[in-house]
């Protein structure tokens, strides 16, 4: 990503995960061809990476593929609208920092959206989900403002930076559990009218 990391795909072929060659990662054409031939049915990767293989006639063969979650990057609806054009399997979009569960929310994208950016969904199960303002006080619908997370998924903080730890996991107020902390992502959100997240 632009940042400089690395994001390996996860590819799961009836309940086994399956690992690409050393490197593989970085070559769409042979991802595309290990996904039809190991009959590939769950795929985790991020959104340029789905791009790629979207363009990879290989890619065309994965008539295995059930479903794809896409995270680590934005999901353009450009992006979407191809995936339905040449697949049948289901397309999530995906969100969450290490810091609070990979994946803590997540959406059933819909060949049909109009959206002009892909929402990020609802709260996974056990992970909740708040935009607040810069006191912590949630926002109503439609208004932006700070992402935080929730929930028993919290990492207990950064390993030698209790001054990052302090700052970024904060209690929740809104929990009324003894001990209950937030995540401070850093992005900014907002409710849509159908309770999804943007």
């Known amino acids: 990503d632009a940042a400089g990391r690395e994001f390996f795909p996860t590819l799961i072929s009836g309940g086994a995960l399956v690992i690409a060659e050393p490197g593989g990662h970085r070559d769409y054409r042979y991802l595309a061809e290990k996904i039809c031939s190991e009959r590939i ?17 290989a890619f065309r063969d994965a008539d295995a ?34 810091e609070a569960i990979i994946d803590a929310t997540y959406r059933l994208c819909q060949a049909r959206d109009t959206h002009s950016t892909v ?28 992402l935080y997370i929730g929930g ?29 902390r937030l995540y401070h992502t850093g992005d900014l959100a907002r409710y849509l009218p159908d309770g999804n997240v943007e």
């Open 41 to 57: 049915s769950i795929l985790h990767c991020v959104p340029s990476l789905l791009r790629l293989l979207l363009e990879e006639p």
């Open 65 to 98: 593929l059930r479903a794809m979650m896409c995270g680590g990057e934005a999901l353009a609806p450009e992006i979407v609208a191809r995936f339905h054009q040449r697949c049948s399997a289901r397309l999530y979009n995906v969100y969450g920092p290490t």
């Open 119 to 146: 929402p990020i969904g609802r709260p996974i199960p056990n992970a909740r989900v708040y935009i607040l303002d810069r006191l912590l006080r949630p926002l109503p619908i439609g208004v932006a403002g700070n």
């Open 152 to 180: 028993p998924g919290l990492a207990r903080g950064y390993v030698g930076r209790p001054d990052l730890t302090a700052e970024k996991f904060i209690p929740d107020p809104l929990s009324g559990e003894p001990g209950a």
